[in-house]
């Protein structure tokens, strides 16, 4: 607590607003001069980990062909395991509602065996091929594996893995050949595809929070759907069918317009209004280039500064409207 | 010198303390609420990403402003260019100065109008002049005039930074300063800028500049330390002095810069924790991991894979171990939350950054922008 706090908080006894215990117990945690390390020390502990996983993933590629592949894949999959159990043995009873462990040092306990059977299944994969030729089971069982984690211990990073290796599997699965060559721009289903998967994290969110099913990850799926639908969109609004697209702009972010008003979600609210916005340039653009009209264009661009004070405005006052209506 | 209504600027610090005793459970919903309609405050934004937006629009309004002026006074035919920059600037600074009287403070509109000034008043004493030097002098005043009056944190950095431009085309184009000095020279830059932090700080008026003064902290922070980091050092001797490093033989001084590279870190490090200053010891343990960084650049004395698992779990073992003498305990030094800064922010950023390591290893990897998307939306979701 700095001093600027301290000086509110007599301000604030001074006007009423605060009681004279409260103004007490403000000074005296003041005067614990409280100096926490913690989000430094998991910081560095979450780098550690990196460290290792990374060391281990360069170990596994630069030993392909010297250590025994089963070896090395039963090591990995013991490290794994043991963190898992270490986990099992100190998690919270299992709960649909928000859970913690008591040591914080766990949840990193977790990631790295998350991260290890991502390397396991992936290493798996690439020296037997269990799966057959497609790497998108492998994606997929890490997937699984990382929701499995990311609901029993509550963890948000096993989530964030789960859900990009869910987006891998699909991407594989539709168009291996576009993933290869990195040419996804030319490749319109992959739009469809981010979409689609956006329209089902929304539902898991909505599942979520209507029946109470670890209730706090639904603003996360809501985040990835956002950005997901929302990027999908503005690519598929450059390309040559852009009118679906600006279709489904407009009704996803309606939709999310609505979800961040109910969920009081400022980050929601703010990335809608911007990808809407983004989106309906673009298709204006489109709109006036179809014209044709040069006259039309040169006009435009003298009332562009108009147009974007008109903008600015609307924003604002858009803002004023939603933050009063959740204070 | 500050160009908002001081009571305004006043209360909108105190809504911003109450919000951190809000945070940190101290007082209700309803005392901070109130508070707030006790409080009128200036227009500003906390939250980031909605500063950013309104950033963006800012910028989006100033540019299209550019696009006319250049149809006016480009397409006529005649040479007109260096008064369109001029124009330009002033249009920045009169709304600059229209937003800080209209009380828009950290607000994003008012950052794209001071960033939009500081451009094109940099392009327009460029062209006018026709001379670097000049462009940086006229830049470095300004913005420091800008960051006081208006407050703003960002044109702290691009005053210094421009100084230290100012320094580095000094010394390699005009020849001025003896090369071999620069890094001595930038070196006193940083610490003349420390001492004028320190002394900053106990000013009556340091409470409303607090994120300027961190700034002017931070830099001052990394300056002194990557003007004695051995790796810039040499290769800055190597590229711009052509400075040749024989086989067995090493630049001159290496001893004292190779002593900086980790005594620095180390140095703030241990001070961060002594003076309480948290910014000081994250900039300490970033500089630590650098001079790692530079050590391994010139050593390879393991492979990498023995080093990053190595050095990660001797890292793992350290943390651990300071995590179990600091638990439990209440008061100073603590592995406990704080009540006033307890962030959700870190967890997210992991959750995030978490995603780019781990997709490389699922063979094949995911598309970027598919996926790209995606990482910063786990970020937004929840961070506010």
């Known amino acids: 607590m700095n001093i600027q706090d301290e000086k509110t908080a007599e301000i604030l006894y001074q006007r009423g607003i605060l009681s004279q215990d409260e103004l007490v117990s403000v000074k005296a945690y003041r005067s614990l001069n409280v100096f926490s390390l913690r989000n430094e020390l998991l910081s560095l502990l979450y780098v550690a980990i990196l460290l290792i996983s990374g060391g281990i993933g360069i170990l596994v590629y630069e030993n392909i062909d010297t250590i025994g592949h089963s070896i090395l894949i039963a090591l990995i999959f013991l490290g794994a395991a043991a963190c898992f159990y270490f986990a099992f043995k100190k998690a919270p009873a299992f709960s649909w509602n928000e859970t913690f462990f008591e040591n914080p040092v766990f949840d990193y306990v977790v990631l790295f065996g998350m991260l290890l059977s991502g390397t396991f299944f992936g290493y798996l994969q690439y020296q037997y091929s269990p799966f057959g030729n497609s790497f998108a089971m492998a994606a997929i069982l890490t997937s699984i594996i990382g929701f499995a984690v990311a609901y029993r211990f509550d963890n948000r990073s096993a989530l964030s893995i789960a859900i990009t290796a869910l987006a891998t599997t699909i991407g594989i699965t539709m168009t291996p050949r576009a993933v290869m060559e990195l040419d996804v721009f030319d490749n319109l289903p992959m739009f469809y595809t981010g979409i689609a998967l956006g329209l089902a994290l929304i539902i898991w969110g909505e599942f979520s929070e209507r029946h109470n ?6 603003n996360f799926f809501y985040g990835f759907a956002q950005h997901l639908i929302g990027i999908s969109c503005i690519v598929g609004l450059i390309s040559e069918y852009w009118g679906i697209f600006a279709i489904i702009m407009a009704a996803a972010m309606l939709y999310f317009f609505w979800k961040s008003h109910s969920a009081e979600s400022t980050a929601l609210f703010v990335f809608t209004i911007l990808y809407a916005f983004i989106g309906f ?8 280039i179809l014209s044709g009209a040069d006259d039309l264009i040169m006009l435009c661009v003298y009332i562009a500064p108009f147009f974007y004070l008109a903008c600015i405005i609307l924003f604002i006052r858009s803002i004023r409207k939603f933050n009063k209506e959740h204070k | 010198m500050i160009a908002f209504d001081k009571t305004l600027l006043e209360n909108t610090i105190l809504v911003e ?7 940190g459970k101290f007082i209700s919903k309803d005392q901070f609420q109130a508070t707030k309609d006790a409080f009128p405050t200036l227009k500003t934004n906390r939250n980031l990403f909605m500063r950013i937006a309104f950033l963006l629009l800012g910028a989006f309004c100033y540019s299209s402003c550019t696009g006319v002026f250049a149809l006016l006074f480009l397409s006529s035919g005649a040479d007109q260019y260096e008064v369109m920059l001029v124009l330009l600037a002033v249009l920045g600074g009169v709304a600059s100065e229209m937003l800080a009287r209209n009380n828009f403070y950290a607000h994003g509109l008012d950052d794209a109008a001071i960033y939009g000034f500081l451009f094109a008043l940099g392009s327009a004493s460029s062209a006018l002049s026709d001379s670097t030097l000049a462009m940086l002098a006229v830049m470095a005043v300004a913005s420091a005039l800008c960051a006081i009056r208006y407050l ?16 580095g085309e000094v010394t390699f184009t005009n020849s001025l300063i003896p090369e071999f000095y620069l890094t001595i020279v930038l070196f006193v830059f940083a610490i003349g800028l420390f001492f004028l932090h320190r002394n900053l700080e106990k000013h009556e ?3 409303f500049y607090a994120v300027p003064l961190q700034a002017l902290q931070l830099c001052a922070l990394l300056i002194a330390y990557f ?27 290496s001893y004292v810069f190779y002593f900086m590279t980790f005594a620095i870190p180390l140095a703030y490090m241990f001070f961060g924790i002594k003076r309480r200053e948290k910014l000081m010891l994250w900039v300490g343990i970033f500089t630590m991991g650098f001079a790692v960084f530079t050590f391994r650049y010139y050593y390879h004395i393991l492979p990498t894979e023995v080093a990053l698992l190595f050095g990660g779990s001797a890292l793992l073992a350290l943390v651990l171990v ?7 305990v209440e008061s100073g030094i603590t592995f406990e939350k704080d009540r006033m800064h307890d962030s959700n922010a870190l967890s997210v950023a992991q959750a995030v950054i978490v995603n780019s390591h781990a997709v490389q290893q699922v063979p094949a990897g995911s598309p970027m922008e598919f996926g790209g998307g995606g990482f910063s939306g786990g970020g937004a979701g929840e961070g506010f």
């Open chain 1, 213 to 218: 099913v670890k209730k706090h990850f639904a």
């Open chain 1, 281 to 288: 340039n673009i298709a204006l653009v489109r709109v006036i």
């Open chain 2, 17 to 23: 303390s109450a919000q951190d005793l809000k945070d």
């Open chain 2, 152 to 167: 703003n944190t960002i044109c702290v950095v691009v005053s210094i930074l421009s100084v230290v431009a100012f320094i």
């Open chain 2, 205 to 207: 008026l340091a409470k």
């Open chain 2, 227 to 253: 003007s004695m980091n051995y790796l810039v050092v040499r290769e800055l001797a190597q590229n711009m002095m052509r400075f040749v490093v024989e086989p067995g033989s090493d630049i001159p001084m």
């Open chain 2, 322 to 328: 300071i995590i179990r003498k600091l638990k439990g």
